[in-house]
Every structure is written in C-alpha cells, then in structure tokens.
C-alpha cells in the first residue's frame, strides 16, 4: 500500500495543485447538493450528485496521487476532461426545462464556474512528455 499513495500534494506543480483544489471544491459541492437534497427529495438526481463527488476525488487520486499510474495520465486526464465537460453539459440539459430562473441558481453558476476553470486546468496540464519521468525525479524517499 505504501507504493501505490505515495505522492504528497507539496510536490504537485502549482497548476497540479490547482486542479486538485477545483476538482475537490467542485466535488465537495456536489457532495453538499447532493446530501441536503437527498434529505428532502431523495431523487435520482441526488444520487447523481454524489455519486460525481466521488468521480472528481476518485480521478484526482488516479491523476496525482497514484504514481503506479502514471503511464496512464494522459489517458486519465482525458477521462477527467470529459468527465468535466459532461458535468457541465449535463446542469444546462437538466436545469433548462425548468426555466431560466433554475438555470440561474447562484450556487449551481457557482459550481459551473469552478467546472470551467478545472476544465480549463485540466486542458492546460495534459502531459506532453513521458509523465514517469518527472514522478521518478520527484518521488518521496521511502
């Protein structure tokens, strides 16, 4: 177990770090959306809600806090891209039938501004080079 979480967020790059932050004020935001509505409502949209918390922390921990996984992380942020994109696309296909006046839910243009940035980030981090290499150079001393 000792190998496979092995990165601390100290040694991630300012823009890694920044995603890492984004991905889990986004999520936690989920969470929130998703345990207060669930109180009242119980819906499947809920569920939904919670269930993306868990992909942004589950694709966090995959992208920089994994190291055996590193020959994957381009692939792994192309799946966080997407997994992003379609967070986004999904507010405006939900909230729209219901009016503008859903659309414009303070807290959701909130959560969907902190989407685009990660989006953005995310964009902006896709490794360029062989990813290995600078884990290898960085990686925490036994």
Known sequence: MDKLFNFKFSQLT???QIVTVLAFLTGLLHLIYGLTDLRYAGGMLDYMFIANFAGNIVLITMLYF???LDPYQNQINWVFILYTLSSIVAYFIVYY??????????SGLFD???ETFLLIFLIMDRPLEDPTKYRSEHSVAN
């Open 14 to 16: 300012s823009r890694e």
């Open 97 to 106: 039938p219901l009016g503008l006046n859903a659309l414009l839910i303070p």
């Open 112 to 114: 969907k501004l902190l």
């Open 66 to 68: 994994m190291p055996i």
